[in-house]
Each structure stands twice: as structure tokens, then as C-alpha cells.
């Protein structure tokens, strides 16, 4: 059965930092990955998709890298801002469409 | 530019009561899901559906019926609410075709408490 880990379930750094945000996964047979972001009391909110075949995704500040053998993907967010204070979410799509989330990472940046 | 849309957004119920969660999507999305969260559990799927017509049990089933009778919307029914079924329930759905295969829109979540 899949396994999807975040580390650090929490992370609080001062407003102009870049930062990495890691998501890890127990089986490489993958389809792709997709990194979400959510406020409190919101929904997800889609950010990257990374399919299978591919190693980076970049949305403006954000990029997100995978490394499918290892079983390791990254969300960078570069000169962080307090607007990027949120719930960051990490999800692999298998065979069968299922999707398996991982716990999430909680991020406050402090002006 | 409605996205996924979940009606209600917001309901309280007593125990054995029954309800229906609606959510629609605009996209011509084939696949739908519904997952719940709570807290230190994450997210969970309930049920999901290939297409119109297709529902498939998701890992937390049990409790729950769902229904997909037109392509744009998937029903969640609670036939006898308990409390353990309070959350914040999602629906999701994803495009299957082209370049973003796989990308998963969510709507805004409805809060459901069961006393």
C-alpha cells in the first residue's frame, strides 16, 4: 500500500526565505504527483502537477521537482511571503486512480 | 468559471437523520471523487466514480452511498448520519486526456456535524 510523508508536518520562517517543503513515497510506480496548497477553512487549491515522465514543474515562484527512483519530491518556494502562510499538500496518483495524500505541511511566514 | 461546486457548504444533523451532499462540476470532468478530512487522519476517500453511470469504493466506504446518474454531478448520501461522520467532506474531480492528465480540481468543502 502507498505511503505519502511530509516533512516537516510544521515549518515557520521569516518572510524572504527560500525554502523547501519534501514529500516522500513508498512505491515509485507512479503517474504523477501534484502539489496543493490550503487556507484554513478553504479547499485545495492545485499548484503543480508533475506527470511520471517528468523531473521539474516551475509556477512562479514555486518549482517542484521529482525524483521518481528515489521516491522523493520537493515544492521550493522562493523570497517566501506572509501570503504563502498556508497547509501544503502532497498527492500520488497510482494505477486504478487512486490518489493517496500525504499529511501535509503546515507553513507560517512571519512578516 | 464555477470549477467544482459543493452544495450545502454548511449542515448540522442529529444522529440517524439523513442527507445529501451535491457537488457539480463544469469541466466535463469523466472522473469524480468525494474524500473527507479530519484532523490528524488527513484526507480520505470515501467513494469515486469513472464516469456517468460508475461508482467504485474508495478506502472509508462504509456508511455512505454515492450516486453519478449525469456526468457533471456525484452525489454523497448518508442514509443514517452518526457522529463519527463529522468532517469536512470534499469533492474532487480530474481531467483524463492531454497534456494535465490526472490534475485534480477540489471544490470548497461542505462542513457537516452530526450530534
Known amino acids: 500500500k502507498q505511503e505519502v510523508t511530509q516533512i516537516p508536518a510544521a515549518l515557520s520562517v521569516p518572510e524572504g526565505e527560500n525554502l523547501v517543503l519534501n514529500c516522500s513515497f513508498t512505491?515509485?510506480?507512479?503517474?504523477?504527483l501534484q502539489w496543493f496548497r490550503q487556507d484554513p477553512g478553504k479547499g485545495l487549491t492545485s499548484l503543480l502537477l508533475i506527470q511520471s515522465s517528468q523531473r521539474e514543474q516551475t509556477s512562479g515562484r514555486l518549482n517542484a521537482s521529482l525524483d521518481k527512483s528515489s521516491g522523493r519530491s520537493t515544492l521550493y518556494i522562493a523570497a517566501s511571503q506572509p501570503g504563502d502562510s498556508a497547509t501544503y499538500l502532497c498527492?500520488?496518483?497510482?494505477?486504478?486512480?487512486?490518489?493517496?495524500f500525504g499529511g501535509g505541511t503546515r507553513l507560517m511566514v512571519k512578516p | 468559471n464555477a470549477g467544482v461546486t459543493q452544495t450545502p457548504k454548511f449542515r448540522v444533523l442529529k444522529t440517524g437523520q439523513s442527507m445529501t451532499l451535491l457537488c457539480a462540476q463544469d469541466m466535463n470532468h469523466e472522473y469524480m471523487y468525494w474524500y473527507r478530512q479530519d484532523p490528524g487522519m488527513g484526507l480520505r476517500l470515501i467513494h469515486y466514480?469513472?464516469?456517468?453511470?460508475?461508482?467504485a469504493k474508495g478506502e472509508v466506504p462504509d456508511g455512505y452511498n454515492v450516486s453519478r446518474l449525469k456526468k457533471q454531478n456525484f452525489l454523497l448520501g448518508l442514509e443514517s448520519a452518526a457522529p463519527s461522520q463529522t468532517s469536512v467532506y470534499f469533492c474532487a474531480s480530474t481531467l483524463t486526456s492531454g497534456v494535465n492528465t490526472g490534475e485534480l480540481f477540489f471544490g470548497e468543502g461542505s462542513r457537516l456535524t452530526v450530534l
Open positions: 466514480s469513472v464516469g456517468e453511470g460508475t461508482t
Open positions: 512505491d515509485s510506480a507512479i503517474y504523477n
Open positions: 498527492a500520488v496518483r497510482e494505477a486504478g486512480n487512486m490518489l493517496t
